[in-house]
């Protein structure tokens, strides 16, 4: 065989070794082998593209969530509705309009169909009125900021509780987390209508010695909350609070074995300070959606109790309440049973899209 170059003879085959050496040599650059893109390819390549936060791609994906844009609207027109509707109507939450008692809905009294037809200005009662003269427009407004409120307090205290108890869990692991865990698992197996019977039996007669004996401002305010609305605040902050806590202790498990959760220990920081600045922070996303979704949780259950005389009492009023006012006269004033209960079920329904929706936008595994 003749030789094919320079190369190595391997018994009867002749191998060529320049370009298996060539490999081995570092490449020269010649000033021929790149040459300047294109405006056209410049165009194809360059991506103007904006970096978005978290937050503003989440804001993003639940603005595209039509069904909870709406019931967010839905939403602030009720808290609009609720905190600034009884400054704008004449009558008073508890005035009793003389004469004016039983009307039906757009009706005026005689005392008042003399003043319109003598050229005076009279708010009409849209509602009507109940069986004391009171505009039931303003009482279902008040009823509506009353059970906005609890809703959104009962869920702070659900939040703070179970953000904390999950936590801890979470972060010590091992035999403290299983028995913060059966604890959780004990709490699960009461019942809440119980709970809140026993306490209202329980604290019963010393909130009243003390509301009779203490002269302090925050006495008086809990007096005016009445015992039913105290016991279904403890009832919310020995009860709810374990799906919260389920929940936050899920994520720090899975969090904790994060690489700035190893660095912060190795600089030395204590665990408050890494639950504090480093796991909770990151589980804000879940806390944001499950106290969300605990507010219409509180509602109802305040409602449910309130309409069966265990919730909020007079002189307050909440859309259980009203609702349970309005069955006594259900054959003649249906209207005063309706009227509440489809307000409750509304506010109720736009709370719970809306935190699907906001559960969605902030669930970063649906991201595009």
Known sequence: MTNMGKGKKFGSFQVDTEPILAMNQPYVCQPGDFTLATDEEKASIEQSREVNSFWHEAWGRLRANKVAMVALVIIIFYILAAFLGPVLIPYGYSEQIRGSENLKMMQYSLLEQKNIDAGQSIFPHIFGTDSLGRDLLVRILYGARVSLTIGVVASLIVLVIGSIFGSIAGYRGGRVDSIMMRIVDIIYSVPEILVVLLLQVVLSEPLKEWFSNS???????M???????????????ILYWVSMARIIRGQVLMLKQQEYVTAAKAIGANSPHIIKKHLLPNCVGQLIVTTCLQIPSAIFLESFLSFLGLGVSAPLASLGSLASDGLKGIY???YRLIIPAVVLSVMILALNLFGDGLRDALDPRLKK
């Open 332 to 334: 003649s004033y249906t």
């Open 215 to 221: 002269s302090s401002g925050f006495a008086k305010n």
């Open 223 to 237: 007096s005016t909350l009445g015992t039913g609305l105290i016991s279904i605040f403890i009832t919310f902050g």
